[in-house]
């Protein structure tokens, strides 16, 4: 079974939404940690927002607060991202993380995760 499998990119006009949807196996979704990163070209990979196995509130970049909603099924092993207002600041990549050897300490850092999907690219048109 794949660890992490990403959905539900695609493009869209600025002011749209979509929702994306990471599919975990049983044993990465009991992760200590889920997360959502982003990387445009040119530019380092940021985290976008995170939830605790322990839970707790989501954390959020700042750039999407307000925007973007992290949530987790535990009935389908499945982590999902609902973007909305999206610009087209927020065109990228998009990747699934999880980190299975411990908390993280800085969510925002990619280096804290050990286990990635191949990511889905979102794109948003002016």
């Known amino acids: 079974q794949v660890p992490l499998v990403e959905s539900g990119g695609g493009s869209v006009q600025t002011g749209g939404s979509l929702r994306l949807s990471c599919a975990a196996s049983?044993?990465?979704?009991?992760?200590?940690?889920l997360a959502w990163f982003r990387q445009a070209p040119g530019k380092v990979r940021e985290g976008v927002a995170a939830?605790?196995?322990?839970?707790?509130?989501?954390y959020y970049a700042d750039a999407v607060k307000g925007r973007f909603t992290i949530s987790r099924d535990n009935a389908k092993n499945t982590l999902s991202l609902q973007m909305d207002s999206l610009n087209p600041e927020d065109s990228a990549m998009y990747f699934c993380?999880?980190?299975?050897?411990?908390?993280?300490?800085?969510?925002?850092?990619?280096?804290?995760?050990?286990?990635w999907g191949q990511g889905t690219q979102v794109t948003v048109s002016s």
């Open positions: 993380a999880a980190a299975t050897y411990g908390v993280p300490t800085n969510w925002r850092d990619e280096k804290e995760f050990d286990v």
């Open positions: 049983s044993y990465t979704y009991g992760s200590y940690c």
């Open positions: 939830i605790f196995i322990g839970g707790g509130e989501p």
